[in-house]
Structures are given as C-alpha cells and as structure tokens.
C-alpha cells in the first residue's frame, strides 16, 4: 500500500489516511524530533494508511512514542486502538474529560453514530485501550528533543474537551477542528459544529485564542496546510461560522428548521464534486445546522452572542 505523503517541514510530515473514503480529507502528522509523535489517527479504516505512511517514511513501529489526540470524536481518536495494537511503545494523549471513552467506546460509538446520521458507515470501529496507555493531555508539554515541544492549546467549542498543540520551534500550530475544515486541496472551507456539545460562546473564544500566536503554519487535520496565511485563514473561518450560526438562529422559530436550505446556503461550492466528497459536505453540514439548533435549544439566551 502506498499513501500520499507530504513532507511539511524537515521534522513534520503529513499523511493522508483517506478518512471516510475521500483523498485531502484526513491528515495524520508526524513530528520526528528525538522521539516520534503522532498528531490524529482518523478512524480504525485509516489505521492501515498511517501504518504504511510511517513505513514509507523509515520509521519503525517501535519507534512511536506518543499519539495526540485534539478530541475525542471517532474520526481522530477512532484509530487510536487499532494502532496502539501495531505501535508497541505509543502512549495515547486525549483530554482527561474524555479519555475513559477510548478505554471503554462503546457509548461513544452510539453517540457518533447519532450524530453523523448519513456518514456512519465509513466511521469503522473502536478497539478499547488499555488504561494505563492513555496520558491527560491538557497540560501537555511534550519534549520531543532537537529543540521540538509540542505545547496543548486548551481549544474547546467545537468540542468541551477540543485541545489545539503548538509547536513554538517552527511556528506550527495544529488546530484540529478548532477553526473548521479546510479541505486545501480542493478550496473547500466550512464550518463544524456538530451536536450534542458545541458551545458558541467557546467556540468564539477558541478562535480569539489561536489569533493571538505568531503561526506560521497553519495544520487544521481536514486537511493540510491553510492556504491563506494563517491570521487570515482563522478570520475567514470565524466569519463563515458566524454566517452559518446566524442563518440557524434566524430561521430558529420555525417548527422545522430547514436544514437543507441553510446547507445549501452554506456550501463552498455549486460545482459538482465526487460522490465521497458530497457525502462530506452535505454529512458535515447537516451534522453542524442540527448541532447549532440542539446548541440554541438548550442556551436560548446564546442568540445575544452574535
Ligand atoms: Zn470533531
């Protein structure tokens, strides 16, 4: 198997696992300093992408220490068990407010499923890790050696437990979903803002946070490097966010909000894009209008935010 891989940098490369069946969606990042690190494992279908992507880059199983995590849901975290079986020495790095899901993921499956409707059959499935593999991860200050940290960037909105790392050496900042996905490869931008636990008021916040590091380089994990600089890259999305969260709470008052309508509007693209590619789209979108109505029902007061 070969997997398309991208050297970002002389100590970061980037692979493309083919997270839910489409090219430029899903990136695992390796970080080489002394000690190797992963950052995201797409799900348990990737596991095997990121395997033949270390190989291609001459790097032994043996040798990956530390797998990161910035959230819990299944499209990072879900291939963290299957590569804990395959990288003996890897200790897994996940929030503590959502680390026992990785050790026991039977409801957090559930709930992915519920959530991501549509796209649940490219998701794949969970094997359980070990508890003593798992380290919290919210103050991480992980020294890799020749001069590389990777710092944790508590990040939440997207996600309660959402943790951005920086890498201060290069100027790197890896976002996770913390600004949205920007599919680079095909000019695709959106937002993301899935239920049951997006928070407006973090998500805002999170966005004020990463505007005040000097990046350099911009590494959301769908998909790759921002092709605008990064400050700019970060306002746009912060303004295609507010676009959509305002479009959610103007048509709030309807009985049935119309999702289809709001996605449309909110589409980066009217060209025609491949079947996987549409199923991402549309999945991502809905999955946001319904995570931003459940997000209003439960915090009326919110729609004062913006
Ligand atoms: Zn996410």
């Not at 946070?209 to 605008?228: C, E, K, N």
């Not at 303004?239 to 479009?247: A, N, S, Y």
């Not at 980066?268 to 995570?291: F, H, Q, Y």
Request: proline share 7%; net charge negative.
């Amino acid at each position: 198997m070969q997997v398309p891989l991208t050297q970002l940098s002389d100590h970061i490369a980037m692979i493309d696992n083919g997270l839910l069946t489409t090219d430029g969606f899903g990136a695992t990042y390796v970080i080489q300093g002394d000690q190797v690190a992963l950052i995201e494992t797409g799900t348990s279908l990737t596991a095997e992408a990121t395997l033949a992507g270390l190989q291609q880059l001459g790097i032994d199983p043996e040798a990956v220490e530390h797998i990161l995590l910035t959230h819990v849901h299944m499209d990072h975290s879900g291939g963290a068990g299957m590569l804990t079986q395959h990288l003996p020495n890897a200790k897994v790095y996940l929030h503590s407010m959502t680390a026992e899901h990785l050790v026991e993921p039977s409801r957090l499956m559930r709930s992915v499923e519920r959530a991501v409707g549509q796209m649940w059959h490219v998701y794949g499935t969970m094997q359980p890790i070990a508890a003593e593999r798992m380290v919290a991860a919210e103050n991480l200050n992980l020294n890799l050696g020749k001069g590389i940290s990777l710092q944790a960037v508590p990040t939440p909105g997207h996600s309660p437990d959402h943790l951005a790392f920086w890498e201060a050496h290069s100027g790197t900042m890896w976002a996770g979903d913390s600004i949205g996905i920007l599919m680079s490869t095909y000019d695709l931008n959106m937002p993301v803002t899935p239920p049951p636990a997006f928070n407006l008021a973090d998500q805002l916040q999170a966005f004020r946070t990463l505007a005040r590091y000097p990046i350099r380089q911009l590494l959301p994990s769908h998909f790759g490097p921002t092709v605008a600089v990064p400050a700019l890259a970060i306002e746009e999305m912060h303004e295609r966010l507010v676009k959509i969260v305002r479009d959610v709470r103007d048509h709030l008052h309807l009985a049935e909000l119309p999702v289809e309508a709001i996605v449309e509007r909110a589409l980066p693209t009217n060209e025609p894009v491949s079947p996987a590619l549409n199923l991402v789209l549309w999945g991502n979108l809905s999955m946001s209008v319904r995570g931003l109505k459940l997000f209003f029902e439960r915090n009326p007061q919110a729609v004062e935010l913006i």
